[in-house]
C-alpha cells in the first residue's frame, strides 16, 4: 500500500501542469500601399503596433501578432487569420485595421465594410470580424476600425447573422491597462465615422479615429480618468465630432473572473524581441545580460547593422547607432523592460542589417 | 520678370540659410525628446551607481562606463561641432562639504576615480526625483536642464558610515537635428554637470 501511495505521489509531482500563459492576439491590417492614404496607414501601423507591446506589458501578457501591411493587407490573409485564430478562454484578442471603408445602403449594422481588396466583392464587414472573434470564446475581443462609413450605392451588404452580442509602465498605468483589458470579458466594436459618413486622416497624425483613440487611452491610463471604455469612447468622440467624424460603438463587457496571473511566464513571439527582453531591465542578473551581447549580435545582426530608436508616436527618430553600442545600451538599461520591433531589413543571410525599434520603460 | 526674381531670391536664401528651414520639432516630438531625456537621466544615475559600487563586477564597470560616456555630447571628450568649431569636453563638477570650491573633472575621468575610491563600501542613490525644465530654443539648436538629487555614501570595512552627503546637480541637456550619411535625427546628448548645492547628512 506504502508503495501505492508512492508511486501516486511520484506521479503527480513529476506530470507536467501546463499553466496557460495569457495571450494577447494582436491584429493589424492595414492599407499602407494605397495611392491616397498610404502614408497616413503607416502612421497608424506604427502608433498600433507600439500600443499594442504596450498593452501586452502592461497585462503581463504573452503577445502574438498577425501584422499586415502593404500588399499583405488582403482579404486572403484576412480569411486565414479569422479561420486559423485559436485562442484559450483567458486572451485577448484586439483587431485593428486602417483603410478605406464604405457602406451599402442595406447595410444591417451601423459599422462599415473594409475595403481590403480591389473587388468589392471581397469587402470585409467589420462587424463579421467582431462576430467570428467572438464565436472563438476569448476572455476579451476588442475590434477598431479607422475607416470611412460613406455609403456607396449598388454596394451589396454581406449577408451575416447580427449574434446582438458583443506602446514611462507604473504600477498605476499597469493597474488603468488591467482594468481595460486583463480584467474584462466580453466584447467591444468601433469605427471611426457613423453610418453615410467619411473618416479623416493627416499625414501628421494619421487617422483621426487613431490619433483620438490613442490620445484618450493614454490619458486615462496616466489617471486622467476612470479606466472605463464607455468613457474612453465618449472622449474619443468629443475629439473627432467637432470634425465631422462620430465615432460608433458598441461595448458589452463585464468584469472577469478573478484569477493570478503572477506565475505567467510571458513570452513574445517574435525571437529578436524575446532576447532583448532577456538583455534588458527586466532580467536582474547584470552579468548575464552583458554576457548575451555577444552571442544576440552574432545571431540576428549583421557586424555593421545599425539601430533606429523611435519614440512613442512611432515617427521621432531619437537616436542612431551601431548594433554594438546599442546592445550595450541594453545591456545597461535601466528600467528597460520590452520593445516593439517597428521595421527590420535584412541581407541575404537573413541577418538584420538595419533596425527600427521602440523601448518601453517602467516608471 | 520681378517674380523670377523674388523666386530665385528665395532659393538663394534656402541655399545659404537652410537651417532656418529645417524641420521644427512637432509637440509629438518635444514630448518624445522629453521622454527620451527622462529615460537618459535615470540610466546616467543608475549607471553611476553601479560603477561606484565595490560589489560590481570590474567587467560589467567596463561596459557601464562606456555606455555612460555615450550620454554625452563627444562621448565624453573634446569635440567639434557641424560648423568645424573645437569643444573642450564637457565636464562634471565634484564637490565634498569638505571643500568650499568645486572641482571641474572630465567625464572619463570622474567614472575612473568613482571606480576606483577607497572606501570598503560606496551607496550612490538618488535623494529625490530628478526634475526637467521644458525644452527651449537656442540659436540653431534646442537645450533643457535637468536637476538631479546625488546621495553619496561611504563606509569602512566594518560598516561604519566614514562620509555622506547630498549633493543637487544641474545637467545641461542639449538637442539638435542632424544629418548622417542615412538621413536627419535628433541627437540628444548631455553637457555639463554642474554642482547647485551640497549638504552633509
Same mark, same amino acid.
Given at each position: 500500500m506504502k508503495r501505492i501511495y508512492l508511486l501516486l505521489i511520484l506521479f503527480i509531482g513529476l506530470t507536467p501542469i501546463h499553466i496557460h500563459a495569457q495571450t494577447l492576439h494582436a491584429i493589424i491590417f492595414a492599407e499602407t500601399d494605397d495611392e491616397n492614404i498610404g502614408r497616413t496607414c503607416e502612421v497608424d501601423y506604427q502608433k498600433m503596433s507600439i500600443e499594442m507591446s504596450m498593452i501586452?506589458?502592461?497585462?503581463?501578457? =504573452?503577445? /502574438?501578432? +498577425?501584422?499586415?501591411?502593404?500588399?499583405?493587407?488582403?482579404?486572403?490573409?484576412?480569411?486565414?487569420?479569422?479561420n486559423n485564430?485559436?485562442? %484559450?478562454?483567458?486572451?485577448?484578442?484586439?483587431?485593428?485595421?486602417?483603410?478605406?471603408?464604405?457602406?451599402?445602403?442595406?447595410?444591417?449594422?451601423?459599422?462599415?465594410?473594409m475595403?481590403?481588396?480591389?473587388?468589392?466583392?471581397?469587402?470585409?464587414? &467589420?462587424?463579421?470580424?467582431?462576430?467570428?472573434i467572438m464565436e472563438k470564446k476569448p476572455q476579451l475581443c476588442i475590434v477598431l476600425g479607422d475607416l470611412c462609413n460613406s455609403i456607396i450605392n449598388g454596394l451589396p451588404s454581406k449577408d451575416m447573422?447580427?449574434?446582438? #452580442?458583443?506602446? !514611462?509602465?507604473?504600477?498605476?498605468?499597469?493597474?488603468?491597462?488591467? *482594468?481595460l483589458f486583463s480584467k474584462l470579458t466580453g466584447g467591444i466594436i468601433a469605427c471611426s465615422s457613423e453610418p453615410g459618413a467619411t473618416s479623416g486622416c493627416n499625414l501628421l497624425e494619421g487617422g483621426f479615429f487613431t490619433s483620438a483613440f490613442l490620445k484618450s487611452l493614454g490619458n486615462m491610463v496616466n489617471g486622467s480618468a476612470t479606466p472605463n471604455w464607455n468613457n474612453l469612447f465618449n472622449s474619443v468622440s468629443s475629439i473627432t465630432t467637432p470634425r465631422g467624424q462620430a465615432p460608433q460603438f458598441d461595448v458589452t463587457v463585464s468584469t472577469a473572473s478573478a484569477s493570478s496571473n503572477s506565475y505567467h511566464q510571458t513570452s513574445d513571439d517574435d525571437n529578436l524581441v524575446a532576447a532583448l527582453v !532577456?538583455?534588458?531591465? =527586466?532580467?536582474?542578473?547584470? *552579468?548575464?545580460?552583458?554576457?548575451?551581447?555577444?552571442?544576440?549580435?552574432?545571431?540576428?545582426?549583421?557586424?555593421?547593422?545599425?539601430? #533606429?530608436?523611435?519614440? /512613442?508616436?512611432?515617427?521621432?527618430?531619437?537616436?542612431?547607432? =551601431?548594433?554594438?553600442?546599442?546592445?550595450?545600451?541594453?545591456?545597461?538599461?535601466?528600467?528597460?523592460?520590452?520593445f516593439t520591433k517597428l521595421a527590420a531589413e535584412t541581407n541575404s543571410s537573413g541577418k538584420i542589417t538595419k533596425l527600427k525599434i521602440h523601448e518601453i520603460y517602467k516608471n | 520678370m520681378k517674380k523670377f526674381f523674388y523666386l530665385f531670391a528665395c532659393l538663394l536664401i534656402m541655399n545659404i540659410f537652410p *537651417?532656418?528651414?529645417?524641420?521644427?520639432?512637432?509637440?509629438?516630438?518635444?514630448?518624445?525628446?522629453?521622454?527620451?531625456?527622462?529615460?537618459?537621466?535615470?540610466?546616467? #544615475?543608475?549607471?553611476?551607481?553601479?560603477?561606484?559600487?565595490?560589489?560590481?563586477?570590474?567587467? %560589467?564597470?567596463?561596459?557601464?562606463? !562606456?555606455?555612460? &560616456?555615450?550620454?554625452f555630447i563627444g562621448d565624453?571628450?573634446? +569635440?567639434?561641432?557641424?560648423?568645424?568649431?573645437?569643444?573642450?569636453?564637457?565636464?562634471?563638477?565634484? =564637490? *565634498?562639504?569638505?571643500?568650499?570650491t568645486p572641482i571641474n573633472r572630465t567625464i572619463p575621468d570622474y567614472l575612473n576615480r568613482l571606480r576606483g575610491l577607497t572606501y570598503a563600501k560606496v551607496q550612490i542613490t538618488s535623494a529625490d526625483h530628478y526634475t526637467l525644465t521644458n525644452i527651449y530654443k537656442v540659436g540653431d539648436h534646442y537645450e533643457a536642464v535637468?536637476?538631479?538629487?546625488? !546621495?553619496?555614501?561611504?563606509?569602512?570595512?566594518?560598516?561604519?558610515?566614514?562620509?555622506?552627503?547630498?549633493?543637487q546637480k544641474s545637467i545641461r541637456v542639449y538637442i539638435e537635428r542632424i544629418t548622417e550619411y542615412e538621413g536627419t535625427r535628433w541627437k540628444i546628448r548631455f553637457g555639463d554637470i554642474d554642482v547647485i548645492d551640497t549638504q552633509k547628512q
Open positions: 501586452a506589458t502592461a497585462n503581463h501578457m =504573452s503577445i /502574438k501578432r +498577425y501584422f499586415y501591411k502593404d500588399a499583405a493587407s488582403s482579404a486572403a490573409n484576412m480569411h486565414n487569420v479569422l485564430l485559436t485562442c %484559450g478562454p483567458r486572451d485577448i484578442v484586439i483587431f485593428y485595421y486602417t483603410g478605406h471603408g464604405a457602406r451599402s445602403p442595406q447595410e444591417k449594422t451601423k459599422f462599415p465594410q475595403c481590403i481588396d480591389h473587388s468589392y466583392l471581397e469587402w470585409y464587414p &467589420l462587424y463579421k470580424v467582431y462576430t467570428r447573422q447580427i449574434s446582438g #452580442e458583443c506602446s !514611462k509602465m507604473s504600477s498605476q498605468t499597469e493597474s488603468a491597462y488591467q *482594468s !532577456k538583455m534588458s531591465d =527586466s532580467n536582474p542578473n547584470t *552579468s548575464e545580460r552583458i554576457s548575451l551581447i555577444n552571442s544576440t549580435k552574432n545571431r540576428y545582426f549583421s557586424s555593421d547593422a545599425k539601430v #533606429e530608436i523611435y519614440g /512613442k508616436n512611432g515617427t521621432t527618430l531619437l537616436d542612431r547607432m =551601431s548594433v554594438d553600442d546599442y546592445l550595450e545600451r541594453v545591456a545597461t538599461a535601466y528600467k528597460l523592460i520590452n | *537651417s532656418a528651414f529645417a524641420q521644427q520639432p512637432t509637440q509629438s516630438d518635444f514630448e518624445a525628446i522629453h521622454a527620451e531625456v527622462g529615460h537618459m537621466i535615470e540610466r546616467f #544615475e543608475r549607471n553611476v551607481a553601479y560603477i561606484g559600487s565595490k560589489n560590481s563586477g570590474e567587467t %560589467g564597470k567596463d561596459t557601464y562606463i !562606456k555606455s555612460t &560616456l555615450r550620454l565624453g571628450k573634446e +569635440y567639434t561641432d557641424s560648423y568645424g568649431n573645437t569643444w573642450p569636453a564637457p565636464h562634471m563638477q565634484v =564637490s *565634498s562639504t569638505r571643500t568650499t535637468a536637476t538631479i538629487y546625488q !546621495k553619496f555614501c561611504g563606509y569602512y570595512s566594518d560598516g561604519l558610515r566614514r562620509y555622506c552627503d547630498v549633493t
